[in-house]
Each structure stands twice: as structure tokens, then as C-alpha cells.
């Protein structure tokens, strides 16, 4: 145990110092106002950019719009910028061949991926949790959230989903030990979940309804249940991917 949290702790010091703390911190901070504001001033500016006499009947916005805005920004913005910070979370030390002088100390090689593991998790829940709370902060002050459904649970799904593409990026990070190929493999799981997606029935279990349902959900013409059968296959391709991960680790010459 305590060479799991030492060599936590030292990925913690490295993600300080490579200002991957201080990136997420203000990357999602932005976007987490971006969203109702955003919605707040579109009216404003369309009315000022329109030629003059032009009559616009634009409906007032809602706190709909605003988790609206929330789940087109986070998903196509901030799950790829975050995709891409910790991209090369085992194949830089893996090029740079600083691992072997650890693990030739002793340190087991299922402590290296979950550690890392957890730490990516760590920045991944800071970055939700950041973007979400300031969204759901601002949303409230400026418009009624009554109207809205489901809203933490909506919000789980991406979550979810945004925890089996890093472990994803993972796996394919220490199997091929390079960004590319972690970045690869992501973008390869995702236009395969994509194209499935295309024919219908597999919306009663196919992940990616994480995340395009969530929008529908907020207005309840998803119901819950729906998202069971998606929900609990992420989660346990999410520990496929982490303990195929391990296995390659361990079975991998450095």
C-alpha cells in the first residue's frame, strides 16, 4: 500500500508540474461558464447583428437550453481536451524507459496502471464535477430549474462515459506505448459504437446512448430505465479495458 500511494504521490507531483492541474482548472472553469452564458446572450447579439427592422420572435431561454449547451460543449470539447491531456500518461514514461529503473527497485507493475488509473480518474471527476457545479451554479441563478428532469442522473451518463473512453485511451497508451496509438484506439472504439448505433435496437445497450441521451432525459422523453442496460455495460467494459491493461502490463518487455 504504501508503494501504491508513493507512486501516486509522484504522479501527482508530475501532473503539478507539467500544469496539467492548472490547465483543467481553467479549461473546465471556462467551460462551465461558457454554457449559460452562452445561452444568456445569444438573443442579444442576434438582435444587434440582424439588419435594422428586423422583427425576431425568439423565445425567452431556459435552464433547458443552458444543460443543453452543457451537453454539446462537454462531450465535444472538454471529453476530447481531456482525452488529449493525459493522452500520454504511460507511453512518455514507457519511450523514456523511466519505469524500468523503478519496477527493477520493486515496484509491481499492477501498482504503475492503477495508480495511474486513479489519477486520471481524480483529474477526470475534478474536471466534471468543476464544469457541472459552476453550469448548474449559474443556470440556477439566472432561470428556473424546476423545469428540468433528471439532472444528476443526466449528468452520471456522461461521466460514466467519459471514464471508459480515458480507460480506453489507457490500454491503448501501454499496448502500443505511444500517444498515437491511445488516441487511436479511442477514436477507433468511438466510430465503432457510432456504427452500431446506426441500427436501432441497439439503443437498449449500446454506451454511447450515455452520451446522446442525456439532452432527452432533462426533458423526460428518455425514461431511466432505458439507461440501465447502457450504463451497467460501460461500466464492466470499463473494468475489461482496466484489467486487460494490467494483464499487457505485466506481460510487457520493457
Partial sequence: MSSWLGFLKKEWTESVKSYKLLLTLLIFSVLGVMNPFIVKITPTLMKNFMPEGTVLNLPDPTAIDSWLQFYKNFPQMGLFIFILLFSTMMSKELEKGTLVILL??????????????AMGFTYWTLAFLLTFIITYSYTAFYWDQSIVQHVFLAAGCVYVFGLLLFTITLWGNTYFASAYGGLLVTVVAVIALFIVAIFPESASWNPLQLLTA??????GEVALVEMRTPFIIAIGTLFIFLLGTIFHFNKKRL
Fill in 104 to 117: 527493477t527497485k520493486g515496484l509491481r507493475r499492477s501498482t504503475v496502471i492503477t495508480a495511474k488509473f
Fill in 214 to 219: 442525456p439532452p432527452h432525459m432533462l426533458t
